[in-house]
DNA sequence: CGGTTACATGAAACCGGTTACAGCGAGATG
DNA sequence: CATCTCGCTGTAACCGGTTTCATGTAACCG
C-alpha cells in the first residue's frame, strides 16, 4: 500500500507494464491482456490490474505499442499552405477539420498534421505517413491525384480526398453534390421570375468548378430556357475575379436580370462591382452564391447560397478512412447534398 | 546488386535497421550513427549508407526512435471545438494554425490535433500527451489555465498557450498588444476630427476583452478627452452583441461619433445597427474593429480595424515551444505588435 | 619500439509494449 | 483412475530503433 500512495503522489509517474504487473502480482502479458482482450482474462484479476492502473496512473506508451503492433491509431491530415496563391486558405477549413477530428476521436484515431508546403518535396507527406505508421491519410484540396499519393493508396494506406476523384482500392473520395446545387440556385432564381440568369463560373480545371457550370446548364435546359454563351464567365473563386467577371456581364448588351456565382468570395466581389455600376441587388439583379461561407450571412443584403454541408465533409471522411483501415474495400465516392439558403440577395425586401 | 534492384520495384519496402546494415557490410549501430550522428563514423562508411539508403527507400521507424529515445518531435495542439458555445470558431484559426505548421516543420517537429471536446473528460489531451511522449503542448483559447494544463507543465511538458496568462517553469504565452492597439484606434479617431469616442468592449472577463478597455480609457487620457460610463458598453464577441450593444449605444441622450468595437464580429453587427438607425458610416458614426478578420474587408465600406499579426501567433508559440524542449527556460511572454489598417468606415470618401 | 591516444566499429542491452506458445490446475468424461 | 478439455496465466521472443561499453587498428610520440 504503501509503496502505491508514495507513486500517486508523483502523477507524472510513468510507470511501466512490467512495474503494474509486479504491483498486481501478475506477469506483463496478463497486464497487456486485461486492457486488450478483456474476454481471456478473468474477472477478477482483471479488476484488480484496471483499479491498480487507475491508482498509480498508469498509461500505455503508444510508441511501444504502435512498434509491437503496427497500429498507430494515426491519420494524416495532408493540407496545402500555400496552394495555388500565397495566403490561399480552404472557405471552410476549420468546419472541416472539427468535423474530421471529432469524427476520428470517437473512433478511437488520432490527427497528425501534414502540410505540404513548397519548400519541401513532393512526397515529404508519403515519407511522414510511412515513419510514423500512419493508418490512414486524408487529404484537403490536394493540387491532384498525383503519383505520391497514388504510391501510397497503392501501398496499402488507406486514402480519403476531399473535392477530388480519386479511386482505387484503397482510396476513395468525399464532395459535395455540386451539380444539384447549382440546379437549385437557378431553380430557385427562375421561381423568383428571374429568365435572364447569367453564371459566373469557377475555373473550368477545378472539379467543383466545372460541376456547378454544368449544373446551371442542365437546370437552364430543363426550364426550357435559352444558352447565351455571353452570360458564362470564367471566375478564379476569389473576390478580385467575381468582381472582374461581373464587371464583363455588365458591359454586355443585354443585361442579366440574375447570376448564380459560383463561390461566394467571387459574389462578394459581384456584389461590389453591381454596386458600383449603380445597380441594386436584388431588384436589378438577383446574385446566388455557393459555400455559404461565414461572409454570406454579414455581407448587406444577406447573400442567398449553396450550402455545403461543412463538417459533413470531415465525418465522411472520417468514416470512409476508419472503415477502410478496418479492413473494409474503398467505399464509393460520398456525394454530400447541398441546401439553399435564401437571404437578401434574391428576394425582394419585404 | 540484383536484391537491391528487387527491393527498389517494390517502393513500399518497410525495410530495417538491420537489414540496411546488412546490404552495407556494417553493423545497426553504425547505420544508426550515420544518421544522427554524422561526425564520430567515417565518412567513406557514411556516404555509402545514405547511398544505399536511398536506393532501398529505407525510412526510420519514428515508434521505434521515439520508444528508445523518449523524443518523439510531436507537439501537441490543443483546442477547444465547443468552446463557449456550439459553432463558436476562433476568428483566425487557421492563419495561426498555418504559422505554427510551418515553423514546427522548419525546425523538425509535427503537429498532433488533441481537441477537447465536450464528451471527453477534460484531462483527456493530458492523458494523450503522455500516451504519445509529446514534447511539448500549444493551448489555442484554451478554456482557463486549468489544473490539468498545470499538471502537464509541472510535469516537465513545456506548454505554450495563445492570449491566456500562463506563467510557470515550463509554461509561457502569447498574445497581441491589446492595449497598443486599442490606443491606436482611438487616437486613429481622435485625428480623424472625432470627439465623442465610444467603446463596445468585449467580455471583461477575458484577458483581450479587458485589456482593450484599458486601452481605451488610457488613450482617452492622454488625449484629455473625458470619461463617458454611458460610452462604454460591453459585448460578447459576436455579431449579434455587437449589434444590440451599437444599438444601446445610440439610445444614449448624447450620440457618440465614433466607437471603437473591440472585435471586428461585433463591429459588422455595430455597422448594421448604424445602418438600421438610419444614419451613415463613417459620415454621422466612425468605426473602428480589431482583429482584421476576413470580413473586414468585404463588408461595405470596408472596416477600418487593428490588424493582429496572425500568422506570428503560430510562429511565436512554435519558438516558444522548441526553446523550451530543448532545454531553455520558459521565455517570458510574447507580445505581438498590432498595426492599424485604415478602411471606409473611419475616414471621409474621397 | 613500447605505450598512449584517437578513431571507427561491433556486440548486446534496452526502450515498453504484444503475442505465440507452453504449462498448469480443475472439472468433465470414459 | 487415466485422459481430455477448458480457462487462465507465464515465459520469452519480437517489433525497430539507440546507446553504452569494449575492442581493434592506426597514428603519434618520446
Partial sequence: MKPVTARCDSVWSVATIRE?????GVSPATVSRAFNNPAVVNA???????????????LPNESARTLATKKSFMVGLVWDTDHRRPGWRHPFFQDILIGLKTALSERGYHLLMLATSGEQSDDAYVRAARRHNLDGVVMIDSGTWDPSLRRLAASGVPCVSLDRPVRGDRATYVTSDNVGGARLAVRHLHEQGRRAIATISGPAHTRPGAER???????LSRL?????????????????GGHAAMRRLL?????PDAVFVAGDE??????????????KVPEDIAVVGFDDIEVA???PPGLTTVAQDKAGFGTAAAEAVVSM?????APPPRILPTTLIVRGSSTPPL
Fill in 297 to 299: 450571412a454579414l455581407v
Fill in 266 to 279: 467571387m459574389a462578394v466581389g459581384a456584389l461590389r462591382a453591381i454596386g458600383e455600376a449603380g445597380l
Fill in 325 to 329: 483501415i478496418d479492413g473494409a474495400a
Fill in 224 to 240: 426550357g430556357l435559352p444558352h447565351r454563351p455571353d452570360f458564362v464567365v470564367e471566375g478564379d473563386f476569389y473576390v478580385a
Fill in 20 to 24: 503494474l504487473a509486479r504491483l498486481c
Fill in 44 to 58: 477478477k484479476t482483471r479488476e484488480q490490474v484496471l483499479r491498480t492502473a487507475r491508482q498509480i496512473g498508469y
Fill in 213 to 219: 457550370l454544368q449544373g446551371y446548364r442542365d437546370e
Fill in 251 to 255: 458591359e454586355a448588351d443585354e443585361r
